[in-house]
Protein backbone atom coordinates (compact mmCIF):
# COMPACT_ATOMS: atom_id res chain seq x y z
CA UNK A 1 0.00 0.00 0.00
CA UNK A 2 2.65 2.60 1.07
CA UNK A 3 4.96 1.29 -2.05
CA UNK A 4 2.41 2.05 -4.17
CA UNK A 5 1.10 5.33 -2.44
CA UNK A 6 5.37 6.61 -2.87
CA UNK A 7 5.17 5.80 -6.59
CA UNK A 8 2.44 7.53 -7.82
CA UNK A 9 3.37 10.08 -5.75
CA UNK A 10 7.03 10.09 -7.38
CA UNK A 11 5.09 9.85 -10.78
CA UNK A 12 3.46 13.00 -10.18
CA UNK A 13 6.23 15.11 -8.66
CA UNK A 14 8.71 14.20 -11.46
CA UNK A 15 7.54 16.50 -13.92
CA UNK A 16 7.78 19.47 -11.74
CA UNK A 17 11.32 18.34 -10.69
CA UNK A 18 12.46 17.80 -14.33
CA UNK A 19 10.63 21.29 -15.00
CA UNK A 20 13.21 22.59 -12.19
CA UNK A 21 15.68 20.95 -13.81
CA UNK A 22 15.40 22.33 -16.76
CA UNK A 23 14.99 26.01 -15.55
CA UNK A 24 17.81 25.36 -13.88
CA UNK A 25 19.92 24.06 -16.36
CA UNK A 26 18.91 26.93 -18.87
CA UNK A 27 19.88 29.32 -16.04
CA UNK A 28 23.75 28.10 -16.00
CA UNK A 29 23.77 28.25 -19.61
CA UNK A 30 22.97 31.79 -19.72
CA UNK A 31 25.67 32.62 -16.99
CA UNK A 32 28.35 30.13 -19.29
CA UNK A 33 27.18 32.40 -22.07
CA UNK A 34 27.34 35.99 -20.33
CA UNK A 35 30.98 35.14 -18.85
CA UNK A 36 32.43 33.76 -21.68
CA UNK A 37 35.36 35.49 -21.95
CA UNK A 38 34.73 36.27 -25.32
CA UNK A 39 31.35 37.38 -24.62
CA UNK A 40 32.55 39.41 -21.60
CA UNK A 41 33.15 43.13 -23.03
CA UNK A 42 29.15 43.02 -24.58
CA UNK A 43 27.97 41.75 -20.53
CA UNK A 44 30.25 44.25 -19.18
CA UNK A 45 28.54 47.03 -21.08
CA UNK A 46 24.91 46.12 -21.53
CA UNK A 47 24.68 45.86 -17.59
CA UNK A 48 26.26 49.13 -17.33
CA UNK A 49 23.59 50.62 -19.07
CA UNK A 50 20.90 48.82 -17.39
CA UNK A 51 22.18 49.41 -13.80
CA UNK A 52 22.74 53.11 -14.27
CA UNK A 53 19.11 53.38 -16.21
CA UNK A 54 17.69 51.37 -12.83
CA UNK A 55 19.48 53.58 -10.48
CA UNK A 56 18.08 56.34 -11.65
CA UNK A 57 14.65 55.04 -12.06
CA UNK A 58 14.86 54.41 -8.36
CA UNK A 59 15.90 57.92 -8.23
CA UNK A 60 12.67 59.47 -10.41
CA UNK A 61 10.76 56.93 -8.05
CA UNK A 62 11.91 58.81 -4.83
CA UNK A 63 11.44 62.18 -6.64
CA UNK A 64 8.05 61.69 -7.64
CA UNK A 65 6.57 60.09 -4.57
CA UNK A 66 8.70 63.27 -2.34
CA UNK A 67 6.47 65.75 -5.07
CA UNK A 68 9.91 66.62 -6.42
CA UNK A 69 8.54 65.71 -10.26
CA UNK A 70 5.16 66.14 -11.17
CA UNK A 71 5.40 63.14 -13.66
CA UNK A 72 6.34 59.85 -12.39
CA UNK A 73 9.42 58.69 -14.94
CA UNK A 74 11.00 60.87 -17.58
CA UNK A 75 12.27 58.37 -19.91
CA UNK A 76 14.40 60.56 -21.67
CA UNK A 77 16.59 61.04 -18.75
CA UNK A 78 16.47 57.49 -18.02
CA UNK A 79 17.81 57.03 -21.65
CA UNK A 80 20.53 58.97 -21.43
CA UNK A 81 21.61 57.39 -18.07
CA UNK A 82 21.63 54.29 -20.19
CA UNK A 83 23.74 55.66 -23.28
CA UNK A 84 26.18 56.79 -20.76
CA UNK A 85 26.14 54.09 -18.93
CA UNK A 86 26.83 51.85 -21.68
CA UNK A 87 29.53 53.96 -23.17
CA UNK A 88 31.44 53.75 -19.88
CA UNK A 89 31.05 49.63 -19.72
CA UNK A 90 34.26 49.24 -22.15
CA UNK A 91 36.34 51.39 -20.33
CA UNK A 92 35.45 49.46 -17.21
CA UNK A 93 35.95 45.80 -19.06
CA UNK A 94 39.36 47.49 -20.22
CA UNK A 95 40.47 48.75 -16.90
CA UNK A 96 40.15 46.12 -14.71
CA UNK A 97 41.36 43.77 -17.00
CA UNK A 98 44.45 45.50 -17.08
CA UNK A 99 44.51 46.19 -13.41
CA UNK A 100 44.85 42.56 -12.62
CA UNK A 101 47.47 42.05 -15.25
CA UNK A 102 49.96 45.06 -13.66
CA UNK A 103 48.61 44.25 -10.13
CA UNK A 104 47.53 40.18 -10.32
CA UNK A 105 48.12 39.03 -6.58
CA UNK A 106 45.39 39.47 -3.78
CA UNK A 107 46.77 40.06 -0.57
CA UNK A 108 45.64 42.83 1.42
CA UNK A 109 49.13 45.41 0.09
CA UNK A 110 48.01 44.84 -3.38
CA UNK A 111 43.96 45.25 -2.88
CA UNK A 112 45.02 48.85 -0.97
CA UNK A 113 46.96 49.78 -4.33
CA UNK A 114 44.07 48.83 -6.62
CA UNK A 115 41.60 51.13 -4.55
CA UNK A 116 43.98 53.75 -4.40
CA UNK A 117 44.13 53.45 -8.44
CA UNK A 118 40.34 53.86 -8.56
CA UNK A 119 40.46 56.67 -6.13
CA UNK A 120 43.26 58.82 -7.98
CA UNK A 121 42.68 58.20 -11.56
CA UNK A 122 39.41 55.99 -12.28
CA UNK A 123 36.76 57.33 -10.13
CA UNK A 124 37.78 60.95 -11.21
CA UNK A 125 38.34 59.50 -14.91
CA UNK A 126 34.65 58.18 -14.66
CA UNK A 127 33.48 61.45 -12.95
CA UNK A 128 34.42 63.65 -15.72
CA UNK A 129 33.36 60.91 -18.69
CA UNK A 130 29.83 60.77 -17.30
CA UNK A 131 29.24 64.54 -16.70
CA UNK A 132 30.64 65.42 -20.36
CA UNK A 133 28.84 62.15 -21.56
CA UNK A 134 25.24 63.60 -20.50
CA UNK A 135 26.01 66.84 -20.92
CA UNK A 136 26.33 66.20 -24.51
CA UNK A 137 23.21 64.00 -25.07
CA UNK A 138 21.55 67.09 -22.87
CA UNK A 139 22.66 69.40 -26.07
CA UNK A 140 24.46 71.42 -23.46
CA UNK A 141 27.49 73.54 -24.73
CA UNK A 142 31.15 73.52 -23.10
CA UNK A 143 30.66 76.43 -20.83
CA UNK A 144 27.59 74.52 -19.28
CA UNK A 145 29.14 71.54 -19.05
CA UNK A 146 32.38 73.14 -17.32
CA UNK A 147 30.21 75.00 -14.78
CA UNK A 148 28.05 71.60 -14.25
CA UNK A 149 31.94 69.66 -13.62
CA UNK A 150 32.98 72.72 -11.27
CA UNK A 151 29.94 72.73 -9.26
CA UNK A 152 29.26 69.26 -8.64
CA UNK A 153 32.57 67.02 -8.91
CA UNK A 154 34.00 67.82 -5.36
CA UNK A 155 30.23 66.20 -4.14
CA UNK A 156 30.48 63.34 -6.46
CA UNK A 157 33.66 62.44 -6.06
CA UNK A 158 33.07 62.61 -2.12
CA UNK A 159 30.27 60.09 -2.22
CA UNK A 160 32.50 57.97 -4.37
CA UNK A 161 35.24 57.89 -1.99
CA UNK A 162 32.53 57.27 1.01
CA UNK A 163 31.04 54.65 -0.69
CA UNK A 164 33.51 52.35 -3.21
CA UNK A 165 37.20 51.04 -0.92
CA UNK A 166 34.71 48.92 0.53
CA UNK A 167 33.05 47.35 -2.25
CA UNK A 168 36.11 47.36 -3.79
CA UNK A 169 37.45 45.66 -1.30
CA UNK A 170 35.31 42.95 -1.36
CA UNK A 171 35.94 42.85 -5.11
CA UNK A 172 39.81 42.82 -5.87
CA UNK A 173 39.99 40.59 -2.64
CA UNK A 174 37.57 37.52 -3.24
CA UNK A 175 36.49 37.83 -6.47
CA UNK A 176 38.14 36.80 -9.90
CA UNK A 177 38.45 39.38 -13.30
CA UNK A 178 35.95 37.74 -14.66
CA UNK A 179 33.02 38.97 -12.19
CA UNK A 180 34.47 42.37 -11.75
CA UNK A 181 32.47 44.51 -13.26
CA UNK A 182 29.38 42.69 -13.20
CA UNK A 183 29.62 42.90 -9.39
CA UNK A 184 30.59 46.59 -9.94
CA UNK A 185 27.65 47.47 -11.95
CA UNK A 186 25.59 45.84 -9.48
CA UNK A 187 27.16 48.08 -6.60
CA UNK A 188 26.19 51.23 -9.80
CA UNK A 189 23.18 50.65 -9.50
CA UNK A 190 23.17 52.07 -5.50
CA UNK A 191 25.95 54.32 -6.45
CA UNK A 192 23.92 55.54 -9.29
CA UNK A 193 20.64 56.62 -6.95
CA UNK A 194 23.37 59.22 -5.70
CA UNK A 195 24.62 59.66 -8.96
CA UNK A 196 21.14 60.83 -10.49
CA UNK A 197 20.52 62.70 -7.68
CA UNK A 198 23.78 65.02 -7.74
CA UNK A 199 22.96 65.22 -12.07
CA UNK A 200 19.62 66.46 -11.65
CA UNK A 201 18.49 67.46 -8.21
CA UNK A 202 19.37 71.42 -9.79
CA UNK A 203 17.31 70.66 -12.72
CA UNK A 204 13.77 70.09 -11.06
Same mark, same amino acid.
Given at each position: ???????????????????????????????? +? =??????????? &????? @? #?? *?? !???????????????????????????????????????????????????????? +? =??????????? &????? @? #?? *?? !????????????????????????????????????????????????????????? =???????????????
Amino acid at each position: MHAAYSMRLLQATSPIRSHHRSIHSAFNRGIA +V =LFNPRNLLVTN &SLTSG @L #FM *FL !GDLAQQEFEYRSKQLKKRYDWARSARMLTVGMLMGPFHHYYYVYLDKVLPRADIKT +V =LKKIACDQLFA &SPATI @L #FF *FI !GMGLLEKKNTEQTKDEIAYKFKYTYIGDCLFWPPVQFINFYFLPTKYRVFYINGATM =LFNVFLSYIKHFDQH
